[in-house]
């Protein structure tokens, strides 16, 4: 099985940064998600790691150390419109577990 | 980038009655579809695994005879929810990947079920 563990709820100021951490335990692990998830609609594609080490794509850049089972998605220059949930969903046998979410709230 | 087209988008049924919820890949070829439930403030659960020309895997807890899935061809999968029940409903989403080795996973637009 897979223990998935990130934050539950994040709170940050519009124009700040904030980092949502990720923990996993999952054996055949072949790479790491990141997705983003609006109320009601269906997740959007944010990042994928294979390899340790940081991704940076825009604003948005993901963190992955294999042996530590860790990884982060740090999220620069907050919009409102970033409020949402952000999944972590380590993958094993090419099949991708979700982790509960971080619902984060950005504020003006 | 890939498209991942699911069909409908929501539904109403009565208690009862069966539901077909289509998923399709429209510019790749996905010989795997994965099916997903979410309720609400929940995470998604992967229900099984659609493999093309073979038999789905379900994951434990889901009942292969109440939740059909059918992978007749390279781009589309069907979950039938058979003799739905107001517990039954929930958001499906899909998703499929290019072969072994792409970096993303496509979702389908999800499908909002609800049992009256």
């Known amino acids: 099985g897979q223990n998935i563990d990130q934050p539950t709820e994040m709170t940050a100021t519009e124009g700040a940064i904030v980092q949502i951490n990720c923990t996993y335990q999952t054996s055949g692990f072949n790479g790491l998600f990141w997705y983003q998830q609006h109320a009601g609609e269906a997740p959007t594609f944010l990042s994928y790691?294979?390899?340790?080490g940081l991704e940076e794509k825009g604003r948005f850049s993901s963190f992955l150390s294999r042996s530590k089972g860790y990884s982060y998605l740090l999220l620069k220059e907050l919009q409102m419109k970033d409020s949402a949930s952000y999944l972590c969903?380590?993958?094993?046998?090419?099949?991708?577990?979700f982790g509960a979410g971080t619902t984060v709230t950005v504020r003006a | 980038g890939a498209v991942v087209s699911q069909h409908p988008s929501r539904v109403i049924c009565k208690s009862g009655t069966s539901v077909k919820i289509e998923c399709r890949s429209l510019d790749f070829q996905a010989t795997t579809m994965f099916w997903y439930r979410q309720f609400p403030k929940q995470s998604l659960m992967l229900m099984a695994t659609?493999?093309?020309?073979?038999?789905?895997?379900?994951e434990q807890g889901v009942e292969k005879d109440k939740f059909l899935i059918n992978h007749a061809s390279l781009t589309l999968s069907t979950l039938t929810v058979t003799s739905a029940h107001p517990e039954d409903s929930s958001f499906y989403i899909c998703?499929?990947?290019?072969?072994?080795?792409?970096?993303?996973?496509?979702f389908g637009q999800g499908t909002r079920l609800t049992v009256v």
């Open positions: 659609s493999n093309e020309g073979s038999k789905a895997t379900y």
């Open positions: 969903a380590p993958t094993r046998d090419y099949k991708l577990s």
């Open positions: 998703s499929a990947r290019q072969p072994r080795g792409a970096s993303e996973a496509f």
């Open positions: 790691n294979v390899l340790d």
